[in-house]
């Protein structure tokens, strides 16, 4: 499997956690995790990923919109995504659904 | 109906409502905005502040009190409140400038603990609009906001308001304002601020954020997403120093 399915798959059993509020402020993403007490900004791709994620899209979409967007390759997007993702996760800002 | 959420303000913006908060605001200096915090959000902010830690806090020249110490129900409400709905509701009624952000604080008075409150104005850091919200479990007795004019020495008394009832007043060069003492064996909590016109509240969370997450990946030829710690202080409201850097406000 390559990375751009791996990356696939796992966004398909990633939402963001029901404790973090975010919002939009001009090219930023603004997130406040209401357990651990912390603020997080996105900024630009992060952001727009965040974004495309939150609204629940499917993979192939956020991939496609983001591939459109930010005139990147697969490959070069599902690494990006995979980096943001790990961090995300260890941030606990996003639950992984088995 | 004016209300906050996690999802943010919720408004119904009906004209005639907008019309009659204006004119108290005009007439008294202050509008009142019942229920302001949804009965959810009212609960997780009152359970964080029961796991809250209070300390002493003098304001020179004015009086004393306690502050919440850093946790989620002060970052909450400074998340919640920095909300463009409601700074558009609060520009309508009040006719302020552009407003930047809402900052603010947790603050508690204790009945016999000497805390204090004298006549003072706020007409520091660009601030436009003053907003308390009752955060208190139980009704207390005294505590009353009083806003006073310079000129004449008219006071009007605004009276307590209910648990996530929001007042917003008037911050002007020709009012004061301060809070009675309290009576009674009730204390009171209340989450207080001001709407700013400067900075932004991303800014203002620039000043005091932590946990910065960049994306070198805006840089055309960088494409590695990775996260930047501006520093270790993952939570700017949990340290010493960022608490004094609030006392300031």
Same mark, same amino acid.
């Given at each position: 499997?390559? #990375? #751009?399915? &791996? ?9 963001? /956690?029901?404790?973090?509020?975010? #919002?939009?402020?001009?090219? !930023?993403?603004?997130?406040? /995790? ?6 997080? !900004? ?14 629940? /899209?499917?993979?192939? !979409?956020?991939? !496609? ?9 697969? &490959? ?6 995979? &980096? ?5 996760? #260890?941030?606990?800002?996003? &639950?992984? /659904?088995? | 109906?004016?209300?906050? @959420? ?9 004209? *005639? ?5 204006? *004119? ?6 202050? %509008? ?19 796991? =809250?830690?209070?300390? =002493? ?16 129900? %002060? ?93 917003? %007043? ?19 909590? *209340?989450?207080? =601020?001001? %709407?700013? *016109? ?10 005091? @954020?932590a946990v910065v997450l960049k994306n070198p990946a805006d840089a055309p030829r960088e494409r590695t997403v990775t996260f930047e710690k501006d520093n270790d202080e @993952? ?12 006392? @300031?406000?």
């Amino acid at each position: 499997m390559n #990375k #751009k399915n &791996d990356v696939q798959q796992s966004l398909n059993r990633i939402t963001i /956690h029901p404790d973090v509020l975010y #919002k939009r402020l001009g090219e !930023e993403m603004v997130l406040f /995790h209401l357990t651990t007490d912390r603020f997080y !900004e996105l900024n630009g791709t992060a952001a727009r990923f965040w974004e495309l994620l939150s609204e629940g /899209h499917p993979m192939s !979409e956020v991939s !496609e919109q983001m591939m459109t967007e930010f005139s990147v390759t697969a &490959d070069e997007f599902a690494g990006q995504a995979e &980096d943001l993702l790990r961090s995300l996760r #260890k941030e606990n800002l996003v &639950d992984v /659904h088995e | 109906m004016i209300q906050l @959420t996690r999802r943010g303000v919720e408004s119904s913006n009906r004209v *005639a409502v907008l019309e009659q908060l204006r *004119a108290d605001f005009e007439a008294r200096h202050y %509008f009142r905005i019942p229920n302001f915090l949804a009965p959810e959000l009212l609960d997780f902010v009152q359970s964080e502040i029961d796991r =809250g830690e209070f300390y =002493g806090r003098v304001h020179q020249n004015i009086g004393n009190d306690l502050c919440l110490r850093g946790n989620a129900a %002060f970052g909450a409400l400074l998340f919640l409140f920095n909300d463009e709905t409601l700074f558009r509701i609060v520009r309508e009624i009040t006719g302020c400038p552009q407003i930047g952000c809402f900052d603010g604080r947790i603050y508690r008075v204790i009945p016999g603990e000497g805390h204090s409150d004298s006549w003072h104005d706020d007409r520091i850091d660009q601030r436009l609009v003053g907003m308390t919200v009752n955060l208190s479990k139980q009704e207390y007795a005294g505590g009353i906001l009083q806003l006073r004019d310079v000129a004449s020495g008219k006071i009007e008394e605004v009276s307590n308001a209910g648990s996530g009832d929001a007042v917003i %007043f008037r911050l002007s060069d020709t009012l004061e304002h301060r809070i009675t003492a309290l009576e009674g064996k009730a204390q009171k909590t *209340a989450f207080a =601020g001001w %709407f700013r *016109a400067e900075p932004d509240f991303l800014s203002l969370l620039k000043r005091r @954020t932590a946990v910065v997450l960049k994306n070198p990946a805006d840089a055309p030829r960088e494409r590695t997403v990775t996260f930047e710690k501006d520093n270790d202080e @993952t939570n700017f409201v949990t340290t010493a120093s960022r608490e004094s850097s609030l006392d @300031t406000y």
